[in-house]
């Protein structure tokens, strides 16, 4: 059910509000109830520009008139269809209740009708008509005919409204006894039943025995209903205002039909005397259609405040704080400044308003470097939530999959605020949030994401969004980097930009083969052998290059090796102590740590090279190192085995980072097992790591076991090294989720005992 | 102080309430009452000639259907109807009971038709049982149905001790389909009687239409008040207490002026059984009642909200 904002506290009297508010006061005022025509009134504006204000302000207005509203109703119609519109409309119980108070009109007056034909009962009548007494009462007073006088309402309600299903139903609501006396736990009885099909809902029995048998569930059956329901106040005295507010923003463009049906609303409204009002962006006219556009009465358009009306808000606003009306603290300058960031636009104007107060404490006067300040901070803030909740309603929509907040690679600058992926596509789409850029620092935390992201995800698409302001000098460069411009979530239309932006990355994404259930990790499977086949033709150019080559100093090439390779790794491997590529991980307990540093350790020996490099060269007569290189080179796979050893590191880093992250998400906070979301979110890294490593498969490393293992090879030129079996090393990595998962459950259990 | 002067409310039925229809079945007295008007001799007389020698409800059973418009006296013409059935079984030596289930749905009435029949059912076997009507073996097979008409109503003719024509009220129905249920469930001495406001003419025939292969039901009408029915039906009631007490008298004149502006003989009972309850009340009653007090009592009515009066 809607609410009806209460922003009213502060008002600034504009052209536009006057205007809005003369012409809803000359449609219901007047002394002669019924003989206005109604109105469709549309309210134009960017966002907060003060439409929904101005909507409520118009309903508080009307309930001041002479002749109220009987009926009125604010309804937030953004992102919603008609059909919605209607639900939320039908199902709330003061407008059923006007509702039904409506048909009590009809049949009093068909009460009254039969009495005045008589001849007598003048006062009866009278008062039946005032609405002094009810029909019911009289009818079951006087002994009259009921069932003649519901049946001639009832054939007067539907020639009102046009529609047999409504006023057959209207009618079972006027019954003598038909009342809410339905208790709890009893049958509904006919109001119930009227009220839940009437509100979107699958017609009971007793509805269908009677005729009754479609729901209210098209955009057009709702609107026709709606219609219908607006043509009970045709020649009555009661009036009736309906406020859709945000119409049509965040929603596609209504069919034809529909517009049709818009339109028979429209006119309805209209007989009725009632009115009708809309608030929407400046395109609602596109929208809607030139045809339908001209049924709308009056259009106001909401623009941003003058200077001058900003000065009189912030005069306002500060009579609202403190109780003095006046400009100060801001000074004349930094109120034009704020006008010109707030561009006039009212919410804005507001918000950087209070947050200069907030920020300028004690300092006074406010100066154009508080507003600036307040400008980057508010402006984020309140963005933040807004396009987080504009992005997800956008990709729901749309029916596209995405993480929040995804890690693509070890790197914290690779984390994609959404991950968008598509059912027909191979690679995904990363959405990246920015708050406001209006500094070079803003620019290059950009960039570097963007970098870190096409490295961890060469294939990906990456779409920037700005929460807060972009200083546009920037607009240019930044679409060079990410091949589009950023999308500014306080322009308007950025749902709309938002979908085609993503539409058109999924477009140049590369399809899925449907043949092999498979294809996705086999299109992983291809950009992780991409990347095998550059670390490979960096080994083949060293060696290449070291074969032909006079010996070199021993560090240099330890040196260029360790460049070129960490290059790859996006780190320098340390030749021990805690693996770099791993975050923080204080919090995880020491056997879950345990396992990590166990698998990661094998690995780092198996990957060794450099160093066995390095013993290579120590040899001065240079027999060792040729054998050793030779041997390289003629084992099958070994090139291959760097490879998986390489990738194998680095996906053992970021499990180890993902559950030292589950382990900060999820502290414990006392004694007990772990809570479902919890659970929930370990089983779904240990079952990342599992798919993974299925398809990055340990056994690749034989060869480098069997080299590291056999006597008198590289084993023996390099000291010292753990024991090493080709079955415990593949169990260690293959089993390593599972142990992972039973020892983060032990530990969780422990602490319970 | 003059005492208030005792008078008769020529309206009132002594001990029965002042609304209830005409009940001769209840109470053999009640014959003496009926006045035609609303159409109701005539559909009185439609009905003994369609029932005839009762062949066709000994073998067939039958469904009676009374339509008419709110307070226009289709309860009492029932309740007339099923007294006629009864005289005549007893003349004939035959067992025969009428079973009022008209209040069956009394706290239910807007329900589905299935729900409706069920809880009638229901209220029929309590009644049946509570009257000893059923033989013990029919009370232990039907039990467990007693809530599904068409396990209960077939073998109602073969459950009773002996043969008995039972004569069943039903409540007020709306739909056509559940009229033509009924109809179906009818079997031989069984006897349904059930009365409707909202239907019409249409109704009606799409019923007779739909029974044609089982055998048309019985379909009476009554209608509004008709030129001099508010004359017969006022000078009946003060004839009938002329020696019984005083009351105010009531002129031609008045009685004419309210024809057309009285149009159902319920409205009528309720006019005058109040306006001379009223009346009564005073210490000085006038000696005649004018069209005047006719109109200020409904209004007063009306306005001061005098309680609330259901039809049963």
């Known amino acids: 059910m809607s609410r009806e904002p209460d922003r009213t506290e502060l008002f600034v009297d504009t052209a536009a509000t006057r205007e809005a508010t003369s012409a809803l006061s000359a449609t219901l005022e007047g002394d002669s109830p019924g003989a206005q025509s109604g109105q469709v009134i549309a309210i134009l504006g960017e966002r907060g520009s003060g439409r929904t204000h101005l909507a409520t302000r118009l309903l508080q207005h009307s309930r001041t008139l002479r002749y109220a509203p009987a009926l009125s109703k604010y309804i937030d119609a953004m992102a919603s269809d008609f059909s919605d519109v209607y639900r939320r409309l039908m199902g709330d119980e003061l407008v059923f209740s006007a509702v039904r108070a409506q048909a009590d009109s009809w049949y009093a007056d068909a009460v009254a009708d039969m009495l005045a034909e008589r001849g007598f009962d003048h006062d009866i009548v009278r008062q039946l008509r005032d609405g002094v007494l009810l029909p019911q009462a009289v009818v079951n007073r006087l002994g009259l005919m009921e069932s003649a006088l519901l049946r001639e309402t009832g054939r007067r309600l539907n020639a009102a409204t046009g529609l047999k299903d409504l006023s057959t139903a209207l009618v079972l609501l006027l019954r003598t006894g038909s009342d809410d006396r339905t208790k709890a736990g009893q049958r509904r009885g006919f109001p119930g039943s009227v009220k839940e099909w009437l509100a979107g809902g699958e017609p009971s029995e007793v509805l269908r025995e009677r005729g009754i048998t479609t729901p209210i569930t098209s955009e057009v059956t709702a609107l026709d209903v709606l219609a219908a329901t607006t043509r009970l106040y045709r020649g009555r005295r009661a009036r009736f205002l309906l406020v859709f507010d945000d119409l049509l923003v965040g929603a596609d463009q209504p069919q034809p039909e529909t517009l049709l049906a818009l339109r028979t609303l429209f006119e309805s409204v209209a007989d009725a005397g009632g009115c009708l009002v809309l608030t929407g962006d400046?395109?609602?006219?596109?929208?809607?259609?030139?045809?339908?556009?001209?049924?709308?009465?009056?259009?106001?358009?909401?623009?941003?405040?003058?200077?001058?009306?900003?000065?009189?808000?912030?005069?306002?606003?500060?009579?609202?704080?403190?109780?003095?009306?006046?400009?100060?603290?801001?000074?004349?300058?930094?109120?034009?400044?704020?006008?010109?960031?707030?561009?006039?636009?009212?919410?804005?104007?507001?918000?950087?308003?209070?947050?200069?107060?907030?920020?300028?404490?004690?300092?006074?006067?406010?100066?154009?470097?508080?507003?600036?300040?307040?400008?980057?901070?508010?402006?984020?803030?309140?963005?933040?939530?807004?396009?987080?909740?504009?992005?997800?309603?956008?990709?729901?929509?749309?029916?596209?999959?995405?993480?929040?907040?995804?890690?693509?690679?070890?790197?914290?600058?690779?984390?994609?605020?959404?991950?968008?992926?598509?059912?027909?596509?191979?690679?995904?789409?990363?959405?990246?949030?920015?708050?406001?850029?209006?500094?070079?620092?803003?620019?290059?935390?950009?960039?570097?994401?963007?970098?870190?992201?096409?490295?961890?995800?060469?294939?990906?698409?990456?779409?920037?969004?700005?929460?807060?302001?972009?200083?546009?000098?920037?607009?240019?460069?930044?679409?060079?980097?990410?091949?589009?411009?950023?999308i500014v979530h306080a322009v308007r239309g950025f749902s709309h930009r938002l979908t085609t932006l993503l539409n058109a990355a999924r477009l140049r994404l590369p399809p899925v083969v449907r043949d092999s259930p498979w294809t996705d990790v086999g299109h992983r499977l291809d950009q992780i052998n991409q990347q095998q086949s550059s670390i490979f033709g960096l080994l083949e150019q060293f060696f290449d290059h070291f074969t032909g080559a006079e010996r070199r100093s021993d560090e240099q090439l330890t040196q260029v090796l360790r460049r070129e390779l960490a290059g790859f790794a996006g780190t320098v491997a340390p030749p021990s102590g805690p693996d770099p590529r791993v975050r923080e991980t204080a919090g995880v307990p020491a056997e879950v740590d345990r396992l990590f540093v166990e698998a990661s350790g094998l690995l780092e020996e198996l990957s060794r090279f450099g160093e066995t490099m390095q013993a290579a060269f120590a040899d001065t007569v240079g027999e060792a190192s040729s054998l050793i290189l030779r041997r390289i080179r003629s084992t099958t796979h070994f090139t291959s085995a760097i490879g998986y050893a390489v990738l194998l590191r680095e996906l053992v880093a970021a499990f180890h980072t993902g559950i030292a992250e589950w382990y900060a998400t999820y502290p414990a906070d006392g004694p007990g097992s772990l809570s479902p979301a919890a659970q929930e979110r370990l089983d779904t890294l240990c079952g990342n790591y599992a798919e993974l490593v299925e398809h990055l498969p340990a056994f690749q490393l034989t060869p480098l076991i069997e080299l590291y293992t056999k006597p008198g090879r590289w084993a023996d030129r390099t000291g010292p090294r753990q024991k090493m079996e080709n079955g415990v090393v593949l169990r260690k990595l293959t089993e390593l989720s599972d142990r992972v998962r039973v020892a983060v459950n032990e530990s969780a259990n422990a602490e319970t005992g | 102080m003059t005492p208030a002067r005792s008078g008769v409310n020529p309206f009132h039925l002594s001990g029965w309430p002042r609304m209830r229809p005409l009940c001769p079945w209840e109470e053999p007295q009640h014959r003496q009452f009926y006045v035609a008007v609303d159409r109701t001799e005539t559909a009185f007389e439609e009905f003994v000639a369609e029932m005839a020698d009762m062949v066709t409800l000994l073998r067939d059973g039958r469904l009676v259907l009374v339509t008419g418009e709110t307070g226009c006296g289709k309860s009492a013409l029932v309740n007339r109807c099923a007294d006629w059935v009864v005289q005549q079984m007893t003349e004939r030596g035959a067992g025969c009971e009428v079973l009022d289930l008209t209040a069956a749905l009394n706290g239910l009435p807007e329900d589905s038709i299935d729900n409706r029949m069920s809880a009638v059912c229901d209220q029929l076997f309590v009644e049946l049982t509570r009257r000893q009507l059923m033989r013990a073996d029919a009370v232990t097979s039907l039990e467990p149905h007693r809530e599904v008409p068409r396990r209960v109503y077939p073998h109602l003719p073969e459950a009773t001790p002996r043969p008995t024509v039972l004569v069943i009220l039903l409540p007020t129905c709306e739909l056509a389909d559940e009229v033509i249920r009924y109809a179906s469930l009818a079997r031989g001495r069984i006897l349904f009687f059930v009365e409707s406001p909202f239907m019409q003419a249409n109704d009606v025939r799409h019923i007779v239409e739909s029974m044609e292969r089982w055998g048309s039901p019985i379909t009476l009408s009554v209608g509004e008040l008709e030129e001099g029915d508010v004359r017969r039906f006022a000078s009946d009631r003060l004839k009938r207490h002329a020696e019984k007490g005083e009351y105010p008298k009531m002129t031609e004149d008045t009685m004419e002026s309210l024809t057309g502006l009285l149009t159902s003989v319920s409205e009528l009972q309720r006019v005058f059984h109040g306006v001379y309850e009223e009346l009564l009340g005073s210490s000085d009653w006038p000696a005649e009642v004018s069209f005047e007090d006719v109109v200020k009592f409904r209004f007063r009515r009306v306005s001061r909200g005098q309680g609330t009066d259901h039809e049963p």
């Not at chain 1, 006046?326 to 009212?346: H, M, V």
């Not at chain 1, 995904?428 to 949030?433: F, S």
């Open chain 1, 282 to 486: 400046p395109d609602l006219p596109e929208l809607l259609g030139p045809q339908l556009w001209q049924r709308i009465s009056r259009t106001v358009q909401l623009r941003g405040f003058t200077d001058d009306e900003v000065r009189s808000f912030l005069t306002a606003l500060q009579g609202v704080r403190t109780g003095r009306s006046e400009l100060a603290p801001f000074t004349p300058e930094s109120a034009g400044y704020l006008a010109r960031l707030s561009e006039g636009n009212p919410r804005a104007t507001l918000q950087l308003g209070n947050e200069a107060y907030r920020l300028a404490g004690t300092r006074q006067p406010i100066t154009e470097d508080v507003v600036r300040e307040a400008a980057r901070h508010q402006m984020i803030a309140l963005g933040a939530a807004e396009v987080l909740g504009e992005v997800q309603q956008v990709l729901d929509l749309n029916g596209w999959a995405y993480r929040r907040s995804h890690l693509l690679g070890a790197d914290a600058d690779s984390r994609a605020d959404f991950w968008v992926t598509f059912d027909d596509r191979a690679d995904g789409c990363a959405l990246l949030l920015s708050e406001a850029i209006l500094a070079s620092e803003d620019v290059a935390a950009v960039i570097r994401r963007v970098f870190a992201i096409r490295q961890a995800a060469p294939g990906a698409a990456v779409i920037l969004a700005v929460e807060g302001l972009l200083d546009v000098s920037y607009t240019s460069g930044l679409k060079e980097i990410l091949g589009s411009e950023p």
